[in-house]
């Protein structure tokens, strides 16, 4: 037999690596061989299809992707009439969802239970009902419901999933670059040391998913970092770890066995670090094993709604001495804000942008602005659902987009939308300002707006651009 896991996640500089773990773990623990990623990212998914010729697909989709996963789905059964699976974030946190147009759902780590339901197939050439309530971790459609099978354990200890093998990505994502967190030309990989964070932020569905932290040896992560380099010549890494920072003592370890292979002279690392932990000895050992930029999410300027966000476990307050102290120790300091939150008053926005405005005084490299949006299995979801937003089974899951500032999901109803919408255009605004660097692009009419609207804006706009014409 023969299996497409197929990504349908259009962002062409993220390669689909949850998928690669699967196709080496069926390889590495049945010697299944026959697995191809079929990637939206480097061709069309429909012809690569076609292409192989699967007796069995595997889809991966998070909420934001699942109409396409469902569209696609369709297509399969109506032109193809073979086995359709789905996996990933979706279906794991809200398996009731599951559609009539997918055969199966696997809920939770994926690795083991693909095993099983492969060896499954490949002993009948279906998936008998029958059998299907012996493995651990589906979801599957029995007499018009959606049933569920006995939950999967995870998989323990982590080292049992093999290092993924990049071979089943496509060589385009190891070609050179230019990389945004070193500012040069190089080949950018991404690696994940750990599954799992101990914080519960209202917001995210990531410790449902994985549901505690479980780490990789060091041994398993040097391993993999030098293969990176021998074999695909990659000098840019990305930590992809939901948290790096929590384990200190862990940290020190995999900083040293870093220095005696040499790995941190020949790799650039960034990864994600949380704001209440930072501290100078945290930061002395980033350094030392390679890491150039960090990574944070602020999400608000308002300790009201931080406190609300993140249950309590940051304050505005320790996102600017976080800011302050990696900048202090050299790192690039990219970050994220979260507008329209469930609570947030149009003053409290107002304390977003005083803190963007702060970051851009304190030499901050780049941050992002999204629209908060509810994702099943979290508060958010909980939010959304008790106002009629959305709901568990039929919805239109196109709405749930991180630019959706039209109809804001998570905003209350006393707060003006269009004043709403005003405040968040001038986030982006305030955010060109500060980290953009292509002034020169934008017409003199603009640059005299802003300078009239905002002399000091404007002030801070001729500066960078006589500091970047000085570089």
Same mark, same amino acid.
Request: contains cysteine; hydrophobic residues 40%.
């Given at each position: 037999? %023969?299996?497409?896991?197929? =990504? ?38 429909? =012809? ?79 998936? %008998? +009902? ?102 695909? +010549? ?76 993140? @249950? ?9 001495? @976080? ?53 099943? @299995? ?62 020169? =692009? ?6 005299? %707006?802003?300078?009239?609207? =905002? ?8 500066? +960078? ?7």
């Amino acid at each position: 037999m %023969k299996l497409s896991l197929v =990504n349908i996640l259009d962002v062409p500089e993220v390669p689909p690596m949850g998928l690669a773990y699967i196709a080496t773990y069926l390889r590495e623990y049945m010697g299944f061989e026959n697995t191809e990623i079929i990637d939206t990212n480097v061709e069309n998914v429909w =012809n690569g299809i076609k292409r192989y010729k699967p007796d069995v697909i595997g889809i991966s989709s998070m909420t934001i992707t699942y109409s396409k996963a469902m569209e696609l789905a369709k297509r399969i059964k109506q032109e193809l009439d073979i086995p359709c699976l789905i996996g990933g974030p979706h279906i794991s946190t809200l398996p009731s969802s599951l559609s009539g147009d997918f055969d199966l759902g696997i809920v939770g780590e994926g690795e083991q239970t693909m095993l099983e339901l492969i060896q499954l197939y490949e002993k009948y050439g279906e998936f %008998k +009902k029958e059998n299907l309530k012996e493995i651990k971790g589906l979801a599957y459609h029995d007499n018009g419901k959606v049933s569920l099978t006995e939950k999967r354990d995870l998989i323990l200890p982590l080292d049992k999933i093999s290092i993924p093998d990049r071979v089943f990505l496509n060589p385009l994502y190891f070609r050179e670059k230019g990389i945004v967190f070193t500012d040069r030309i190089g080949r950018e990989a991404h690696v994940l040391t750990a599954r799992g964070c101990p914080y519960r932020c209202v917001f995210c569905s990531t410790s449902v998913l994985w549901q505690k932290v479980r780490y990789h040896s060091v041994e398993h992560i040097c391993s993999e970092v030098n293969e990176l380099i021998d074999k695909y +010549k990659v000098n840019a890494i990305q930590i992809w770890d939901d948290i790096f920072t929590i384990n200190k003592k862990r940290l020190r370890e995999i900083a040293d066995a870093f220095k005696r292979e040499g790995i941190n002279e020949k790799v650039e690392f960034s990864c994600q670090p949380r704001a209440n932990l930072i501290d100078d000895e945290l930061c002395e050992i980033l350094k030392g094993m390679g890491v150039i930029a960090v990574s944070f999410g602020f999400e608000s300027g308002s300790d009201k709604i931080l406190n609300y966000l993140k @249950a309590g476990s940051v304050t505005v307050e320790q996102n600017k001495t @976080a800011i302050k102290t990696c900048k202090k120790h050299g790192f690039k300091v990219f970050g994220s804000f979260m507008f329209g939150n469930s609570g947030e008053t149009l003053e409290d926005v107002r304390q977003t942008l005083d803190l963007i405005d702060f970051m851009g005084d304190n030499d901050v490299d780049l941050v992002w602005a999204f629209i908060s949006t509810p994702f099943p @299995a979290t508060e958010f979801w909980a939010v959304a659902k008790s106002r009629g937003k959305v709901n568990d089974e039929k919805m239109d899951w196109d709405i749930l987009s991180h630019s959706y500032v039209e109809n804001p999901l998570l905003l209350d109803d006393s707060v003006d939308k269009d004043e709403f919408k005003r405040l968040f255009e001038e986030a982006k605004q305030r955010i060109f300002v500060n980290f953009e660097m292509d002034y020169w =692009n934008r017409p003199i009419s603009w640059m005299l %707006k802003q300078g009239i609207a =905002n002399p000091e804006r404007g002030f801070k706009i001729l500066l +960078k651009i006589i500091k970047n014409c000085l570089r």
